[in-house]
């Protein structure tokens, strides 16, 4: 099983949604990662935590360091949101990313 | 003015072969990465460079050689190609080693063995 696990894999969704994506992690870590892989393949990073609640824009990315769990919120979702969203810990003190299996999320107009 | 710039974007190679795929960051950061990212999409990472220092290496096979000629460059280098080596490789960067700092990517370079 992976240290990391995404859920769900896949995501459709009609525009203006309100959409979630979870990640939960089975490792101790020092801070949480949320990135952003655009279908041309370029990866951004969105967010990065280590305790409660950030927001950006239509993002807001949450964590409870207790349950192990990570969560992604996309307030009215638009097309352009479509991308793979990937959930990375931290462990260790040499920054070592581990990394979720993504999730895609397609967006429809 | 690209912040972290990684050459050639698309590398076909036949196997046996001896590659090199650059990364340079103009970002000012101190440490540097290279990922691996399979044909399932799913990233790895191989190393990890703080000012010009080895700090991670994962079980990667000793093909694999990256060289870090200063802080803005992480260079890896990659010998007797195997079909098994085709994936995309990201470079990245961060301004601390811990974890605690955003990281910047730099776009893929798509290594093709035929």
């Known amino acids: 099983k992976n240290e990391v696990e995404q859920s769900p894999q896949n995501l459709t969704a009609q525009e203006g949604e309100f959409i979630t994506i979870n990640c939960s992690y089975s490792?101790?870590?020092?801070?949480l990662h949320w990135l952003q892989q655009h279908p041309g393949g370029g990866i951004v990073s969105l967010f990065m935590?280590?305790?409660g609640k950030k927001k950006h824009g239509r993002l807001i990315a949450t964590i409870n360091i207790q349950e192990k769990h990570s969560s992604l919120h996309i307030t009215a979702s638009h097309p352009r949101d479509s991308a793979v969203y990937i959930c990375a810990v931290v462990r260790g003190s040499q920054g070592n990313l581990i990394f979720g299996k993504g999730t895609k999320l397609s967006v429809k107009p | 003015d690209t912040a972290v710039s990684q050459t050639p974007k698309y590398l076909v190679t036949q196997m046996g072969n001896d590659k090199s795929i650059k990364c340079e960051q103009n970002l000012g950061h101190d440490t540097m990465y290279w990922y691996k990212q399979d044909s399932k999409k799913f990233l790895k990472i191989m190393f990890s460079y703080n000012n010009k220092e080895l700090i991670i290496n994962e079980t990667v096979p000793n093909r694999f050689s990256p060289k870090s000629p200063d802080k803005a460059h992480l260079n890896l280098h990659i010998n007797s190609l195997e079909l098994g080596d085709s994936a995309v490789y990201f470079c990245?960067?961060?301004?601390?080693?811990?974890?605690?700092?955003?990281?910047?990517f730099g776009s893929g370079t798509r290594l093709t063995v035929v």
């Open positions: 990245a960067s961060s301004q601390g080693a811990g974890g605690g700092y955003g990281y910047t």
């Open positions: 490792v101790g870590i020092s801070a």
């Open positions: 935590l280590s305790s």
